[in-house]
């Protein structure tokens, strides 16, 4: 069964490898290229530190330099997805062109056919993930460095989510694929449900998977880190953390620093204080290990759905 | 249960919907007989069939296959059973080779010097592609799979339905030289009555999801004759045969009768008849008796 299994998923895992080696490719040069323009401008010491004129400098600098090639990454956010789908096809084509019958009617029991075929899908899907989640990690480790990672532009491709986000994605098209017995528009349908999922997922679940940590200080002191945060919400308040609206604005939005003209300016409106909403460096783990349990849990019940349907319903 | 029985049914039923695909069939297909499944497309020639390879699960009664249940004993049915799908499903990216090697690794008792063998015999080049093969082609490959695994029940669901004529014959003689070379049990199902005479010993009838009939071929030819004579009412002879079918003209009374023994009667003249017309007159063409529509009304009925 592994031999078959393996047969008729060659052509996708062959794609897949392919796209890797294209992204191998892209990505090594550029990430050796970051790395080395990081060690050379000297910005180790600005990550995490407090931001001094110099260090501003040389941030805007870097974070320009590669600004439009950090924006292209961010899509790579997709392939887990895409990974998924795709190898959801081979099952979906069985049944579409009849061809479980042949495989039914062998000396094999459809409970092993189907362990041998979605076996042979998920391990391939890991690997690759794997790999992406290896070659973006160690891509993006100076943006790391100096912005952490639990900012949504870094989270989604760090950790452990893409193996869940290439599981459910995995599970939904199986699901779909053996109810709809057309591969084509199930992976379709598919991709276009997973990222619907995971738009909602980073909108709106995300920052409510638990609780985030809610933070009043005097303009006076440096506050929390904020910088390798992910802030939900920032805003100038009272003592109490109220924000307080300073209409019209008068003192612009700039960073508030200890002593700065703009604390000043709000101190004058009654806003001495400021009041964070955020998920600090240390909620990482967490978060990444419920978001993985959602999306992963899911993927497996959608496939043992599909394995069901199939093995009971399916002639 | 009986050792004998390659297939045996117990008022087997499946019901898809609303839809009784298959209904109250109860029949015993002998080991190494050769049985033709005859009956009008939907009438549940593919149901049983699927059935008895544990393709679908029965919604009512029993299936046996070589003593076994399809569903629940697969593991031990399923290498003794061969199959040939309708429309021979097969991988058309796969080559030949590739075909083989399918059935090599899929069925513990693979023969792949016969496999090898049939394909050679057959002038197929084993690196050809399976899309690229002709129809009857691909249908004989279909069956070198189902064959190597050396079965000792062979089920075919129209094998020759998709084929020109000259390709049904190669395939029908291919089957009858296994056949004959072996033990094998083999059920092939059917909506063409011709040819299957020359191959076939026993017939099952289906119409509607019911067994209409189940009996050797030779039986069923020796028993049934046409009766003609002059209009009349059917009753006396349906007192003592079966009345398949009648119909009459102002003036000549036609009837089709399952003899009882002989029919002695001075009134009608008595023809044989062949498979192929005893086949029709249970399929309901050309008029239908009055038993029959009566039989029909309740199976739609219940």
Known sequence: MTWLAWRLQRTETLIMAAVLALLLVLLIPTGIQIANAYHQDGLAVCAGSTPSQACGNLLGNFMSRFESIRNTTVWLTLLPGLIGVSLAAPLALELEHGTHRLAWTQSITRRRWLAGKIGMAVGVALLATLALTLLLTWWRTPFVHLNGRIDPAEYDAEGIVPFGYTLFSLGLAMAIGVLWRRAVPAIVVAFLGYFAFRLFVDIWLRQRLINPVSTTWSNATRGPDLNHSWVLSQSPSDRLGNAVAVTPQPCGSAILKPGGPHVRCFSTHGASYSHAVYHPASHFWSLQSVETAIFAGAGLLMMAFAAWWTHERTA | ?302
């Open chain 2, 1 to 302: 249960m009986n050792d004998l029985a390659a297939l045996q049914t117990r008022e087997l039923g499946k019901r898809y919907g609303s839809k009784w695909a298959l209904r109250d069939c109860t029949l015993d297909i002998p080991a190494g007989s050769v049985t033709a499944l005859v009956g009008p497309n939907g009438a549940g020639k593919t149901t049983l069939l699927q059935l008895a390879i544990g393709l679908t699960k029965p919604t009512a009664g029993d299936v046996h296959v070589l003593g076994r249940s399809p569903r629940d004993e697969a593991a031990s049915v399923l290498p003794r059973v061969g199959f040939v799908a309708q429309d021979h499903p097969l991988h058309r990216s796969f080559s030949v080779a590739d075909t083989l090697t399918l059935g090599r690794k899929l069925n513990p008792t693979w023969d792949q010097e016969f496999a090898l063998r049939r394909i050679e015999r057959l002038g197929l080049p084993l690196s050809q592609k399976v899309g690229q093969l002709s129809g009857g082609q691909q249908a004989q490959v279909a069956l070198t799979l189902a064959l190597a695994k050396r079965p000792d029940l062979l089920l075919l669901d129209e094998p020759v339905a998709a084929l020109d004529p000259l390709a049904r014959r190669e395939f029908l003689n291919a089957l009858m030289e296994v056949v004959s070379e072996t033990e094998l049990t083999v059920v092939l199902s059917s909506h063409i009555v011709t040819d299957l005479e020359r191959v076939c010993d026993h017939i099952v009838i289906l119409s509607q999801g019911r067994t209409q009939l189940v009996d050797t071929i030779d039986d069923v030819v020796a028993s049934h004759r046409l009766l003609t004579g002059p209009r009349t009412d059917p009753d006396t002879v349906a007192r003592v045969h079966q009345v398949i079918r009648e119909s009459h003209t102002e003036r000549q009374t036609t009837l089709l009768v399952r003899a009882n023994g002989h029919v002695y009667d001075s009134c009608w003249q008595i023809h044989e008849v062949d498979l192929e017309e005893i086949v029709l007159a249970y399929l309901g063409y050309g008029g239908i008796s009055p038993g029959m529509r009566n039989d029909t009304r309740e199976a739609v009925a219940g």
